[in-house]
């Protein structure tokens, strides 16, 4: 079993950054692909960002490009997001999210593996 925990969340002013870190245990990091994805409130969890096992193939929402930056350390058994120039349409509860499946897939139901959240408030 796998289990993910989130930190780093908070709250921050437009145009200011965050870096969210999701450290994995039950199973070596480099065995899985990573996500995060994220829930706003009255709206459906999204995805955000994507990276592979080795962490050299990437994925992102459109929304986020170019301001996210996610990133690993396999060492560390820990996953990154970067959030630079944050909006306060990024207000949401970031959730971390693991899978062990064969291909570089980042489509939310791939995921088995979920953390709580953490909560990420962006003011005006």
């Known amino acids: 079993q796998v289990q993910l925990v989130e930190s780093g969340g908070g709250l921050v002013q437009a145009g200011g950054s965050l870096r969210l870190s999701c450290a994995a245990s039950?199973?070596?990091?480099?065995?899985?692909?990573m996500g995060w994805f994220r829930q706003a409130p009255g709206k459906e969890r999204e995805f955000v960002a994507g990276?592979?096992?080795?962490?050299?193939?990437?994925h992102y929402a459109d929304s986020v490009k170019g301001r996210f930056t996610i990133s690993r350390d396999n060492a560390a058994n820990t996953v990154y997001l970067q959030m630079n120039s944050l909006k306060p349409e990024d207000t949401a509860v970031y959730y971390c999210?693991?899978?062990?499946?064969?291909?570089?897939?980042?489509?939310?139901?791939?995921?088995?593996?979920w953390g709580q959240g953490t909560q990420v408030t962006v003011s005006s």
């Open positions: 990276i592979s096992r080795s962490g050299t193939s990437t």
């Open positions: 999210a693991a899978h062990s499946r064969t291909w570089f897939n980042v489509v939310q139901a791939q995921f088995d593996y």
């Open positions: 039950g199973r070596t990091s480099s065995s899985l692909i």
